[in-house]
């Protein structure tokens, strides 16, 4: 299959990197400093779970000289996102489909509005991966998950040939009948950790030890149960075991942290638009409570900007 990935950075980086070594003819959208070190060197993915992979892909930083694909990922943060839709407009064949990873909750509906909505998939991604340095993508704990779907509808045979591509490359894929559940699913616990790792600026394991803390975490989980369900989307057991999970990465990885909290700690734009303040709008929409999560929105949200002004960067807010 000929698949174009659109930012080759953690997410991105690991599955460019397993689907070449699977034999698919891979194409990455990538920029600066990474694209040069792939370009010269390759991708690689150091990897907990499958060790070292060196991908020898086509990269550029303009999508009009990777060709068309049959499957493009989007594997860019959100605040990126409209300028990944269009890149997927361009090099997405006749045919082909597009397949959104993003956290949060918005990226489908913004990418149906560029190519339509048939020609958009759900994905969830579960792969703690980051950059290491140009060039390098760290795959930084052993497990890894990804769920896709239709846009809408019972999943379709070309749903069934794009996850049999990704197994073949050893990725665990399933497809799941409802992707808007699945975003639910895994936003309605991301959001609440995500908040919290970046407002106190340190991993899980400190969060759970103090009791303050930890009830700020439990209370923030609940408001966030309470959005999904208000949307139509109970998320009771997913919140169970993902608090489960937490629980034993306290005492087995007490530093487990999330790419938002790291983002606030080397003073990048962050994805808090798109997480603390989709929740937010959201509950607003359906007239749910969540004072945590709005309390924790504006202490991040002014300490983002406050960090972006003093390098000169763009805001991450919404337009």
């Known amino acids: 299959m000929r698949v174009v990935v659109i930012g080759a950075g953690g997410v991105g980086g690991f599955l460019a990197a397993l689907l070449t070594r699977a034999g698919q003819e891979v194409s990455v959208l990538a920029r600066g400093a990474h694209l040069g070190a792939i370009r010269q060197r390759g991708l690689t993915l150091r990897s907990q779970q499958f060790g070292d992979v060196t991908a020898r892909v086509q990269a550029a930083d303009d999508p009009g000289a990777l060709g068309k694909a049959e499957l493009v990922i989007i594997g860019v943060k959100m605040y990126d996102f409209e300028a990944a839709t269009q890149a997927a407009a361009q090099v997405l064949d006749d045919k082909g489909a597009a397949l959104t990873i993003q956290n949060g909750l918005e ?33 930084l704990v052993p497990i890894h998950s990804l ?54 600026g340190a991993g899980i ?41 937490m629980a034993q990465a306290a005492q087995v990885r007490p530093d487990f ?35 945590r999560h709005r309390a924790l929105y504006a202490v991040l949200k002014f300490k983002e900007a406050r960090a972006l002004a003093a390098t000169g960067q763009p805001a991450g807010a919404r337009a």
């Open 257 to 291: 942290t999330t790419s938002m909290e790291r983002d606030f700690q080397r003073g990048r734009r962050t994805e808090l638009e798109w997480l603390t303040g989709a929740l937010v709008r959201t509950a607003d929409k359906h007239g749910v409570a969540v004072p």
């Open 205 to 245: 394991g400190p969060i759970f030890q103090m009791r303050e803390t930890h009830e700020l975490f439990d209370g923030l989980m609940a408001e966030a149960g309470e959005v999904a369900s208000a949307a139509g989307h109970p998320v009771a057991q997913a919140q169970a075991g993902f608090v489960a999970m």
């Open 107 to 139: 990226a489908p509906d913004e990418l149906a509005a560029v190519i339509g909505r048939e020609r958009v998939l759900i994905g969830t991604a579960s792969i703690e991966a980051t950059i290491l340095e140009p060039g390098v993508v760290g795959h």
């Open 147 to 200: 769920t896709i779907s239709e846009f809408e509808g019972a999943p379709t045979p070309r749903l069934h040939t794009v996850e049999e591509t990704l197994r073949k490359a050893e990725i665990n894929v399933s497809v799941v009948p409802d992707g808007r559940q699945a975003l639910w699913n895994k936003a309605s616990s991301l959001i609440p950790i995500a908040t919290m790792t970046a407002a106190v």
